[in-house]
């Protein structure tokens, strides 16, 4: 149960905004039917007495189904609904060009740190936006609302993973502007977020050097599928074991296209070579 | 864990489905997942026990055929064999390595009853 408004949707994502208490807005209401369907209590005795797996072919007579038995070829992508939300995301920010990036990474790698450092940089040329992505708290989504730019929290709940759906609830709460800038903070994990498309241009991963230079090889699916890798805070190189030119060969073997970052966002190192990559795309896009 | 949402993905699309075709229940699930589509086909079908409880799929077997992954190199064009993304071409040690397949998460068909 919502713990907010008291409904009934139980783990479903939520939208929060920072300083609006009152403000959330549930994602899943009308869009996900599938779990709630109505049962008939005749059907789930009548599924119960053959609920044994491996003996599905009622071979012993004891049961007779009326009517045909067909199969019919569906070959369709699972994941086919949700990349189709994905595309009209897309199509929606290039009616307005907006330049949309999806930063992914492991708790604690500095996501959110990157944005309140970029961002007070790339105000000064393009309005800028973000959707937050966490299982709980509106943390994140306060820390850049504190740097004035239009933000919202999306509380996955017991997800772990925004899908293009929660995304575009979220735009519709968001008022972008054209020819802007759109960061979304996927939630930390480097696994799941990987296989769903929200309708970004690019996908950022961010690394630190704290995390160990085999995780490109540990972690591949979402290495393969991103355009960009951060590795962030250099600063930490002389204290830890991290062989940055390993961790990098690692991350070009499981993707050869990926264009390379070497950041602190403490120091501010190697950030201006990255913002100037950005700003080019920008430009382009 | 994103066996659940998916599990929960492929019973939406699958009782749309058997509803089109005016089936009463759905005997079986076929399914294709390569062996480098990053999903774990024995977590999905449990997942997919759960999700179907009180669908038309509560009594589907689920099948799933798994593919395997073949690379083909960008520089001589040799294809061979691949267990994941970081694939070296056994003919010129390039790794302009293109997956050809193995990435294929797709459901296959239904079996309906009506």
Known sequence: MCDTCGCSSDGGAVLRKPGESDYH???????????????????????????????HDHGDGSHHHEGAVRKIVLEQDVLQKNNLLAERNRGYFEAKNIFVLNFLSSPGSGKTSLLEKIIPLMQQRFPVAVIEGDQQTTNDADRIHALGVEVIQINTGSGCHL????????????????????????????????????????????ISVTEGDDKPLKYPTIFHEADICILNKIDLLP???????????????????LEWFEVSVKSGEGLAVWLEWLEKRLVRH | MHEMSIALSIIEAVEEKAREEGAGKISGV???????????????????????????????????????????????G???????????????????????????????????EE
Do not use: W
């Open chain 1, 239 to 257: 204290y830890v074991e991290f062989d940055v030119a390993k961790c990098r060969e690692n991350a070009m073997r499981v993707n050869h296209h």
């Open chain 1, 163 to 206: 899908d293009a759906l929660m995304v575009n609830r979220a735009v519709r709460e968001l008022d972008l502007q054209d020819n802007s800038l759109l960061c979304i903070e996927n939630v930390g994990n480097l696994v799941c977020p990987a296989l769903f498309d929200l309708g970004e241009a690019l996908k950022v991963v961010i």
């Open chain 2, 30 to 76: 076929d399914l294709v997942i390569g062996k480098i589509s990053g999903i774990e086909p024995e977590s999905l079908k449990f997942c997919f026990s759960a999700a179907a409880k009180g669908t038309l799929a509560e009594d589907a077997v689920l099948m799933v055929e798994e593919p395997e992954g073949t690379g083909e190199c960008g520089d001589c």
């Open chain 1, 25 to 55: 807005v549930h994602v899943s209401e009308g869009a996900h039917g599938h779990a709630h369907t109505h049962s008939h209590s005749g059907e789930e005795l009548h599924a119960e007495d053959h609920h044994h797996e491996g003996h």
């Open chain 2, 78 to 112: 040799m294809r061979f064999p691949v267990t994941f993304y970081y694939a070296e071409c056994p003919g010129c040690r390039s790794l302009r390595v293109k997956i050809v397949s193995g990435e294929e998460f797709l459901i296959q068909s239904i079996t309906i």
